[in-house]
């Protein structure tokens, strides 16, 4: 019982930090995306892709990767140097690297001493991966449609026609 009354508690520290670092994720996404420069015609379904790439993976490097490639396809991503798609690569880090989500990951693990913080410690990382995807997610979308950035939509009822008009109803025949 001693283990898992453990095991719980470490669990439940995790999640705390985590919960803590949600300010972070939501400004950080939310930075990147605000700098519209930074990247071309990109849509929500696009980076909604890059989300389910996240939830469907144990590995910080397959995102990166996918990322990669999608930016190889076309430059909605943007690309070099301060694009959308280096800005959220250098957001993921890796090993060793300060500032980014790997960082944060690893300071809330050093916080629970108790956990195993190799075990922990991805596992951390890919939380706060798909979190701060899945904050950018709804943030485009805001972007792209809260600000009134998309096209109206028409507002004139379609012309009606025979077959749309609705016929009255007779009574029984008799």
Known sequence: MPETRTASKVALNIQQGILQAEDELVTRIQQA???RKSYGDLEPAQF???????GTTE???VVK???RYQVG???KWGSGKGSLAET?????GSHGVQGSLWATAQEIVEEVPESSQNKEL?????ELIRRYLGYGARHLIYLNKGQGNEPEAK???PKSSQSNKIKPLSGPKK
């Open 33 to 35: 995306l605000d700098d």
């Open 48 to 54: 909604r892709n890059l989300v389910r790439v996240a």
């Open 59 to 61: 590995s910080a490097e």
């Open 65 to 67: 990767n996918f990322l």
């Open 73 to 75: 396809r076309d430059r």
């Open 88 to 92: 959220i690569i250098q957001d993921i």
């Open 122 to 126: 991805k596992r951390v990382w890919m």
């Open 155 to 157: 507002t004139n009822p």
